[in-house]
């Protein structure tokens, strides 16, 4: 469903450069150069890879992007009130380089980090939608669990986010629907254009200032069962929506309940060892038909959003197959909505009226 003024990118699913995370390819710099960048919602800078890597540079799929042979890139001075701006986005005091340039630094949730040139460049979305002097990372020394892809596209709510960057075409909406596997082909849409069907949700108050989407969880549903959870456990810690992050993470107790209603309505299938985070681990090799009890998610608004069937199991091989949730070991840890657990869905952020919405089949 594409509308006038929207910008639509092909979303694939990260395995083709070996991520658990989402692409999308963009051009970047004057000749542009196409490079396949993680969409992440979960935080605001975008950057890539950049010669001459004077720290370190992983091996990504594409050539790294390479300044000197750009005609539109352009170094932000660190005296510039854009350098300081990038405390709020980051979490980190911008550096200043011996030539006089900002120097970036961002860690993620897993411990993986960019640290880099900031810079204007021309980010090229598709042929119509070009945007000059975007600020953006040219990262020098990056490490961590990106694989293949050459950096990230930041989608949070700070001001130098791509939403915020491009806010005065794309009115601050964006939507996104995340393939369930390799073979399929989802989205990443800018500016307007809403499925009838979405059912919106306020951004949670908790959340207000931060560059995160929070949203208000009530509850869960197992097998259409609701479970006894208190509200409290939910809105206590609070819960972001995550395109970055890959399993769903919960409130410990509210996990607990999760697993052990799964668990008995799976009681006829053998269990398998847990793997990493995930405790709840079946062998389906010798079953050649499975049913699967359906996981519903509650949100402020008396908003239900039922998981895909690919967003309830994560299979490491036939014979061990997972609920794809985990519990968080603090109460007070924030919960994560994942992107498994997203699969399918048309996920619409409408930031300039502060609400997400979810309609079913938003890849088809």
């Known amino acids: 469903m594409k509308e006038k003024g929207a910008a639509t990118l092909p979303a694939i699913h990260g395995s083709v450069v070996g991520s658990g995370n989402y692409i999308v390819t963009v051009g970047i710099g004057t000749p542009k150069r196409k490079l396949s960048l993680i969409f992440d919602t979960g935080s605001d800078l975008t950057w890539t890879q950049c010669k001459p890597c004077v720290g370190f540079c992983y091996q990504q799929k594409e050539k790294i992007f390479d300044p000197k042979r750009s005609k539109s890139y352009r170094n932000v001075s660190c005296s510039s009130t854009v350098c300081s701006s990038l ?16 120097v970036y ?18 980010l090229t979305l598709t042929s119509k ?23 990230l596209l930041g989608l949070g709510r700070n001001k130098i986010s791509l939403v915020y960057q491009t ?48 949203l208000d969880m009530t509850g869960i549903s197992v097998g259409g069962e609701k479970l006894p959870i208190a509200t409290a456990v939910f809105s206590t810690p609070g819960t972001i929506i995550d395109s970055g992050t890959v399993i769903t993470r919960l409130p410990p107790h509210a996990y607990t309940v999760l697993k052990t209603a799964f668990r008995q309505l799976m009681s006829k299938y053998p269990t398998a060892p847990a793997v990493s985070v995930l405790d ?31 967003g309830i199991m994560f299979p490491i091989r036939a014979s061990q197959v997972c609920l794809a949730f985990a519990g968080n070991s603090d109460p007070s840890d924030v919960g994560i909505f994942g ?10 952020y409408d930031v300039a009226h502060g609400q997400v919405g979810f309609a079913a089949g938003g890849c088809s």
């Open 87 to 102: 405390e709020s986005a980051t979490g980190n005091i911008p550096g200043c380089a011996s030539n006089k340039t900002c």
């Open 280 to 310: 709840t681990c079946y062998d389906f090799s010798e079953h050649e038909t499975i049913t699967i009890p359906k996981i519903s998610f509650f949100f402020n608004g008396g908003v239900e959003v039922d998981v895909d069937v690919t």
């Open 105 to 122: 630094a961002i860690q993620y949730g897993d411990s993986s980090f960019s640290v880099g040139f900031f810079a204007k460049e021309t």
């Open 129 to 151: 939608d070009v945007f000059p002097k975007f600020l953006l990372g040219c990262g020098q020394n990056n490490r961590g669990l990106f694989r293949g892809a050459a950096g």
């Open 167 to 214: 806010a005065s075409k794309y009115k601050k909406r964006f939507s996104y629907c995340l393939p369930s596997s390799s073979s399929s082909t989802g989205h990443l849409t800018f500016g307007p254009g809403i499925k009838k069907s979405v059912k919106f949700t306020p951004l949670s108050s908790a959340f207000q200032g931060s560059s995160f989407y929070g």
């Open 339 to 348: 992107n498994v657990q997203q699969h399918t869905l048309e996920v619409v």
